[in-house]
């Protein structure tokens, strides 16, 4: 594993270590050459242990390719399958750093030499990956910190001056935050096309197919009760994070910052899925009959307030409303008349430009 300073070389070397365990059943041995950091040997240990596979034990005083050598001694000998060896980083290319590198790769002669990139670095990482490639060769990319604002744009440059393909992108600091590399996902994030497979990936993996198109029907019909809502507010639920739902739709990639910070409250779904099930059957399907009453009960049975209760009913009534103003306008209706006509009257725009 190579790269500057801070790309993450160390996480990464961990998470690959736990992937090829679990999913290729593969003997792993994980081994620092880090002697510029105090504590980067240490670092790796630890992580090595949370992931349960083995590191190799830490001899003080020892150079980079004398640990590399021992750990490819260690690994034959000890009948591992894998050996992972993870290198200093430098905050920039320097001679220093590149002799270190081509010493390691001299002794070691590995399979496979791992560029770690930070995916925030931008154009600035085509040099990265220029540098090593010219020095090691680089036989694959591993893109790190896409769950941040990075579009990952330089991946295409890096990818071209190297010749390498991505092979995985870190998406956290998690051990299990690593993923194989789509590049037509990424295409999408650099155009700002949204990550439309990985939301349809989403969708189809929580939502019930079937269950969704006899929702739609109820919607259309104006037969959609609390009950259907509440099954909605469940699937909702399991989606996981709105602000992440929304980062995936076209054009929102930008916003993600502005979703975040609008810090969509999300335990509001779950204070209304716990009205619902304070409720009766009947009261689901004719909420109309809910008077002061039965609202007391109702918050109280759900630890909410007859405020919350009433805030639910008007929300509900008011989408009841326009499911039916759909259903009236059928399709072609909705595209005659545009969205301004779900919207209530007087707040139409008188301007269909959309
Ligand atoms: N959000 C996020 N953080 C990451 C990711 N990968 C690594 N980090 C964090 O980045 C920081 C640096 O990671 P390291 O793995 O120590 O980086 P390194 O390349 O080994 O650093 P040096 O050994 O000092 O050169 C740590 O706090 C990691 O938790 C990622 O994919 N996403
Ligand atoms: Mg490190």
């Known amino acids: 594993m190579v790269g500057l300073q801070g790309s993450g070389k160390t996480t990464t070397s961990g ?38 596979v083995a590191s190799l034990p830490i001899v003080p005083g020892q150079t980079p390719v004398q640990i590399a050598r021992r750990a490819m001694e260690t ?30 790769r001299a002794a070691t002669n590995p399979v496979e030499t791992l560029l770690v990139v930070d995916a925030m670095t931008g154009q600035d990482a085509v040099q990265t990956a220029r540098a090593f490639n010219e020095t090691v060769g680089v036989t694959g990319i591993v893109l790190t910190r896409m769950d941040g604002d990075a579009r990952g744009g330089a991946a295409l440059s890096m990818r071209q001056v190297t010749g390498a393909p991505i092979k995985f992108s870190g998406s956290g600091e998690k051990i299990d935050a690593l993923e194989e590399f789509h590049p037509e996902r990424v295409a ?15 969708v189809s993996e929580t939502v019930d197919q079937v269950e969704a198109e006899k929702i739609a029907r109820k ?33 929102m990639g930008a916003m993600k910052q502005q979703i975040e910070s609008a810090n969509i409250d999300t335990t509001v779904f779950k204070r209304q899925q716990a009205i619902i099930g304070s409720m009766t059957p009947k009261e689901r399907r004719a909420p109309d009959i809910i008077k002061a009453s039965r609202k007391k009960r109702i918050a109280s049975g759900s630890g909410t307030s007859v405020q ?21 306008l059928g ?16 707040a139409q725009p008188r301007n269909r430009g959309f």
Not at 30 to 45: E, F, K
Not at 229 to 249: D, V
Not at 331 to 346: D, E, N, S, T, V
């Open 331 to 346: 399709q072609k209706g909705l595209m005659r008349q545009g969205i301004g006509a779900l919207m209530p009257r007087g």
């Open 188 to 202: 999408g994030r650099i155009l700002g096309l949204g990550d439309i497979v990985g939301l349809v990936e989403r």
């Open 15 to 52: 998470k690959l270590a736990l992937r090829l365990t679990n999913r290729e059943r593969k003997k792993v041995l994980l081994a620092s050459l880090d002697t510029q950091r105090p504590a980067a040997q240490l670092q790796l240990a630890q992580l090595a242990e949370r992931a349960g």
């Open 308 to 328: 919350d209760v009433n805030k639910l009913l008007k929300q509900f009534d008011d989408m009841s409303i326009m499911m039916k103003r759909m259903g009236k």
């Open 75 to 104: 690994g034959r000998r000890e009948g591992f399958d894998v050996v992972i060896l993870d290198t200093a980083g430098r905050l920039s290319i320097d001679q220093a750093l590149m002799n270190e590198v081509r010493e390691i």
């Open 219 to 251: 919607m259309m019909r104006g037969t959609f009760t609390l009950e259907d809502y509440a099954a909605q507010l469940r699937q909702i639920s399991k989606m996981g994070s709105i602000s992440s739902i929304l980062g995936m739709l076209p054009g």
